[in-house]
């Protein structure tokens, strides 16, 4: 709170106080502490009493809400580095090209879509940003980490127009990626997607949500990075610039304790407050920035109010009887979406108009001047001082609540309106009126014919905007791949007890940790290793790793654990390797996101493995997951006890039956489903080398099973068949059969096709199995192939008879390699479609017809 506002503030508690000189005397005491001791003195004695209020229960705690206008004090403001005048320029220039962008896309093509009102409120605090704070990549600073709020993309697109990034062709091709190189253009995609913009966009933001729980995620990983000595980035920041409505999303506000409780002083939230969602007001009957300041102060966050622009400091100063400020706490949001689609006449009517007080305030003011009353995140010099302060604060994660006009300066056709979310079309005199609010150098006949304004190269706005991201390190966004090459070790020196598992029972999940403990032991590889887990890693048999390697803490562990007499003790360090993120799939994908994408983000290779509950990766984050795609992440996530009938009594929410439909639909993701040890072992050497020796842009999924049974040697020269998504494993019965039948099984029901192959041999039936490592590989591999020519084409040549195929899923898996049978091969496809349910794997194999005595009978009908 300001201090020359608090006598308005307590004046409108007055009338409830019962003696209003004693409170003037304590008012009055206070000011006089502050006045010879300074406020650090004053804080010491104001907890204190609080301390007392809390001991006597006086049922008192400090209000999280301050008054409804800027935290920086005029006063406190930093003199303005730059050329205001410039910079007013710039932006002017960007928001008209911004709109052009997506006018014409729509004047062309009706469908496109494509937003302005977003960018229009958000490009003051784009345009602060990019001139003077936001760094890019170089040898000397690492760069900064920036999260553009997804609609406001055409903005971005406008500055890199000016910086000559993209030409005007790639403007003019906005949301055309297809069409584009017809033109010799580059498609603009609709939001941030560095998947189709590999070397410009460095997050995916446009899922709502997902922007702001990833970069509280990626600002942790930065201090993992730092405290295990891999890279230092202190002196960097993570910026994000999010939505107002974007807050509602829960990802938005679930990790806001996380980043209190780490101190990340290295994050920035900026939170555009234009007050609207995409159909109406983000809080109508209330104030989203009162709301979101008490949630962020509370979760421990530092928080900049950044209500009210420089022409306001005059009004506010005259103010001696805090009419503003009644007038600011008793207008509610839906009330101010009004006063900014109105005009300058009726603001003065209906605002200034209310009393008096703030009629006289008023006078002297034309129209037009009350008209030009900005709010706090359309005025450059107090987003600078906002921005300097969240910059330079420590010990916090910093959110700057920024208030602003959706679709600011559109004027009647769509400043402040409900439908400008959607506004997309201007008519001649909408764009004249745009072009005159910004005093734009354009004739009427360039303003109504959308042309795109780009000063010329040796004008002061174009050295302006050179010289300040030349000062910053270059152009932003930028993606860049660069990063060393990993070597992996052999596989033998991992994984022979896999290979070579001579009848050992064991789980796959067992396997897992077992090599995952040996990479760690590689003196190259193993530091990059990044084991993540939500919060089941004895669940998984990972406690041995908690020695090993230890679960990273940014202080330490200040306990002695329960178990730290037992081989197995919880063990947290600074320098700790796993990040275990408790109960908390979102957190883990984020975490998970972040370290994958470290090559690029980063320049340093890091190889996360996230184990967790199967079913709770793609239903639960399978939106986060995506993200993770479209950032071109590399690394391996393991869906742990899956199958629906592996994990036994746990029951319908817990059994996954579904992950691996899922994982087929993204592009780069190779899904598999290995059953044996050995097999496994294959799959992670061969990712491994993809993702840090090739550095190939996929992900791996790979499903594990916590049921022991006995695994057998992988044979000899399998390895690419693996690989492909499946191998012949068995021929079972006499070769000479008359009847003969094809199995395929994958994961844990493998085990199960075998039994129902060695059923049938006794029956003197002929059975091949094949052990179907991937689904979603075959299918890929046989529609890139001409016809008949693909690998599972190619297996079941050689063999004969119709075709069984089983799996611990939904049978539209099996299902999705149909097309690929040999024609006139009969194909059945058996699965666990529906609910799951508790009982023991035996009774719920029988009851979804996955066991070996159906499977033997499902074949056995398919040979009459």
């Known amino acids: 709170m300001n201090a020359p506002y608090e006598p308005h503030v307590n004046a409108m508690l007055q009338a409830l106080d019962i003696d209003p000189q004693e409170t003037a005397e304590w008012r009055e005491a206070l000011l006089a502490l502050i006045g010879t001791q300074g406020p650090a003195r004053a804080r010491q004695i104001l907890d204190e009493l609080a301390i007392v209020a809390r001991q006597q229960r006086t049922g008192w705690q400090p209000d999280l809400n301050t008054p409804y206008m800027n935290t920086i004090a005029v006063e406190d403001q930093p003199d303005f580095p730059g050329d205001l005048a410039t910079e007013e320029r710039l932006v002017a220039i960007m928001r008209w090209n911004a709109l052009a962008m997506v006018v014409r896309a729509n004047q062309a093509y009706g469908e496109l879509g494509g937003h302005i009102a977003s960018y229009a409120s958000v490009a003051d605090l784009f345009e602060t940003g990019f001139h003077h704070f936001f760094h890019a990549r170089t040898e000397q600073h690492k760069g900064d980490l920036v999260f553009f709020q997804p609609h406001s993309a055409p903005g971005v697109y406008a500055r890199a127009f ?14 055309q990626e297809i069409t584009a190189p017809d033109s010799g253009a580059r498609g603009l995609s609709s939001y941030p997607h560095p998947w189709l913009m590999p070397d410009f966009w460095q997050f995916p933001t446009g899922s709502m949500g997902l922007g702001p729980i990833s970069s509280i995620y990626h600002a942790r990983f930065m201090r993992y990075l730092t405290h295990r000595q891999l890279q230092d980035c202190s002196g960097r920041k993570v910026w994000g610039v999010f939505g107002d409505g974007e807050m509602d999303e829960p990802e938005s506000m679930s990790a806001l304790t996380l980043a209190a409780r780490e101190k990340l002083d290295n ?32 979760a421990g966050w530092n928080v900049i109010k950044l209500v009210w622009g420089s022409d306001w400091d005059g009004l506010l100063a005259r103010d001696t009887s805090g009419a503003l400020l009644r007038a600011f706490a008793n207008t509610v949001d839906g009330q101010m979406q009004t006063f900014a689609a109105k005009d300058g006449r009726y603001n003065r009517d209906n605002f200034f108009g209310q009393n008096e007080e703030l009629a006289r305030l008023a006078q002297g003011m034309t129209d037009e001047q009350i008209d030009r009353l900005k709010r706090g995140g359309h005025d450059i010099v107090k987003i600078h001082a906002a921005y300097a302060a969240a910059a330079q604060h420590r010990g916090q994660p910093t959110v700057i609540l920024a208030h602003t006009k959706k679709g600011f300066g559109m004027g009647s056709a769509g400043q402040g309106k409900m439908t400008t979310h959607s506004q997309k079309k201007f008519d001649e005199q909408d764009l004249i009126a745009y072009r005159n609010r910004f ?27 050179r010289e300040h991201r030349a000062r910053l390190g270059g152009s932003l966004p930028k993606r860049e791949t660069t990063c060393d090459r990993l070597p992996v070790p052999a596989l033998a020196n991992y994984g022979q007890f896999a290979l070579q598992a001579d009848g050992k029972e064991m789980s796959t999940t067992m396997a897992f940790v077992r090599m995952l403990g040996n990479l760690l032991k590689d003196p190259q590889l193993g530091p990059r290793i990044v084991p993540i887990v939500a919060d089941e890693a004895r669940t998984f048999g990972m406690a041995n790793l908690f020695k090993q390697v230890g679960i990273y803490s940014s202080v330490g562990q200040r306990y002695a654990p329960e178990d730290i007499g037992s081989v197995l003790s919880y063990r947290e360090a600074t320098d700790g390797q ?35 509950y199967s079913m709770f990766g793609f239903q639960r984050v399978g939106d986060a997951i995506w993200a993770a795609a479209d950032q071109r992440a590399r690394g391996f996530l393991l869906g742990a006890t899956s199958g629906r009938t592996t994990l036994g ?3 319908l929410q817990h059994q996954d039956g579904s992950s691996h439909l899922v994982a087929a639909t993204i592009p780069n993701c190779k899904a598999y489903d290995p059953a044996f040890a050995g097999e496994l072992a294959v799959i992670l050497d061969a990712g491994m080398r993809e993702m840090v020796e090739q550095q190939v842009d996929v992900f791996y999924y790979v499903t594990l099973m916590n049921e022991n ?8 020269g399998v390895e690419a068949d693996v690989l492909r998504g499946g191998y012949r494993f068995g021929v079972y019965g006499p070769s000479d059969a ?35 490592t991937s689904w979603s590989e075959l299918a890929r591999d046989g529609m890139a192939q001409a016809e008949n020519t693909g690998h599972l084409a190619q297996l079941l040549a050689s063999t004969q008879g119709p075709v069984i195929a089983a799996t611990d899923y939904v049978r539209a898996v099996p299902e999705s390699v149909r097309a690929f049978v040999p024609e006139g091969r009969r194909y059945r496809t058996l699965g666990t479609d529906g609910f799951g349910r508790s009982d023991t794997r035996a009774a719920l194999r029988r009851f979804f017809a996955v066991d070996a005595d159906s499977i033997a009978q499902a074949a056995q009908r398919a040979l009459k």
Not at 167 to 172: C, G, H, Q, T, V
Not at 589 to 604: D, E, F, N, P
């Open 738 to 772: 008359a009847q003969r039948v094809t199995l395929l099984g994958s994961g844990a029901i493998l085990t199960e096709v075998v039994k129902a192959a060695q059923q049938l041999a006794a029956r003197g039936v002929g059975v091949e199995v094949l052990s179907i």
């Open 439 to 465: 005093d734009l150098p354009l004739s009427d006949e360039q303003a109504t014919g959308l042309a795109f304004y780009k000063p010329a190269d040796d004008s002061a706005e174009m050295r302006y905007l």
């Open 162 to 175: 000016l910086e000559g990034r993209l030409s005007e062709a790639d403007l003019m091709h906005y949301r």
């Open 578 to 612: 796993i990040l275990e993120e408790g109960i908390s799939e979102a957190g883990a994908i984020a975490s998970w996101t972040a370290a994958a994408t470290s090559y690029s983000v980063h320049g340093l290779a890091m190889l996360p493995f996230y184990i967790y």
């Open 649 to 651: 009594g746990e029951g």
């Open 267 to 298: 994050l920035v939230w900026v939170v555009n407050c234009n007050l609207q969602r995409l159909d109406g007001p983000v809080r109508g009957n209330g104030r989203i920035i009162d709301e979101l300041e008490k949630l962020f102060a509370g």
């Open 709 to 716: 049974y006995a695994q057998p040697d992988l044979p000899a």
